[in-house]
């Protein structure tokens, strides 16, 4: 990787590019009831509320250097939650010497970098299988920037900020902007995988699938377990409460429904 001396390149006029990132993050429960259906939406309708989502996007305004403007938060009914953020350039308070490297993002007490404006959204989907007894609660984060700072810098705050089963991240940039002779520049920093933004602690939890067209500057992540605990799928209770067969039934269930998630696609459901 070249010093970031010589990464920085003398552009004519603003850099116009837009930089986006989508992070989407998956939990799953096993919730055999109507009831135990209705407290785990509960549960996670306090747990991720539009407040504390709001401090979170915050939290990623901070990391990426940004001014907030305005804020839209909304818990809907029956469930479900909505934040917008609109945030514009705020002040430079630390510029860190490898800001141009692929690796993971500051978390919020070591902040700040510097971009132009932007905004940051947050939605929230609880919703159960109708007879299956399984609940997912997903959660969408779009963190979209014009300027130097990719949003990937984020990357590494939201992943600590929810505790996620599987993880979806898609980034890319569009538009250009131009160097001081002109020439077109479609992207202004060097990566090769989003993986390289995800702390090691994180990565060494997944399974990770990269689909990268680089030639269009599109980069996609997913992002898996690699272990599972059945009790941590289970809720209100623990699998000591099962038989073995309920245990590998339930075991079953759960692992079919994440790998559906994971791979985008239904599998064959016959136990």
């Known amino acids: 990787m070249r ?9 004519h006029g603003f850099n116009n590019l837009t930089k986006s990132l989508s992070f989407n993050m998956y939990d799953v429960c096993y919730t055999k009831t109507k009831a135990e259906r209705e407290a785990y939406i509960e ?33 809907y009914v029956p469930q479900g939650a909505s934040v917008t953020v609109l945030v514009s350039e705020g002040p430079v308070i630390e510029v860190p010497e490898a800001s141009y490297d692929e690796s993971p993002g500051p978390l919020p007490d070591n902040v700040v970098l510097q971009l132009d404006k932007s905004h940051i959204t947050v939605h929230t989907y609880p919703e159960y299988h109708p007879d299956e007894g399984i609940s997912t609660f997903r959660a969408d984060i779009d963190v979209s920037t014009c300027g130097e700072i990719s949003p990937l810098k984020a990357l590494n ?19 250009f ?37 680089y030639q269009e500057n599109i980069f996609h992540t997913k992002c898996k377990l690699k272990q599972f605990d059945l009790d941590n799928y289970l809720f209100g209770y623990t699998k000591d409460k099962l038989s073995p067969q309920e245990q590998q039934e339930i075991t079953e269930r759960l692992k079919l429904e994440m790998a559906e998630i994971y791979y985008g696609k239904n599998m064959d459901r016959s136990y």
Do not use: C, W
């Open 3 to 11: 010093a970031e001396s010589e990464q920085r390149i003398t552009l």
């Open 43 to 75: 549960y996670i309708d306090e747990q991720y509320n539009a407040k504390r989502l709001t401090k979170i996007l915050k939290n990623v305004s901070d990391i990426i250097g940004a001014h907030v403007l305005n804020v839209a938060q909304q818990d």
């Open 157 to 175: 705050y939201l992943i600590h900020s929810f505790d996620t089963d599987i993880m979806t991240i898609d980034y890319r940039t569009r538009g």
């Open 177 to 213: 902007t131009r160097d001081i002779n002109g020439q077109k520049l479609f992207i202004d920093h060097e990566i090769s995988s989003i993986q390289n933004y995800i702390p090691e602690d994180a990565q060494e939890l997944y399974d990770m699938i990269d689909v990268n067209v």
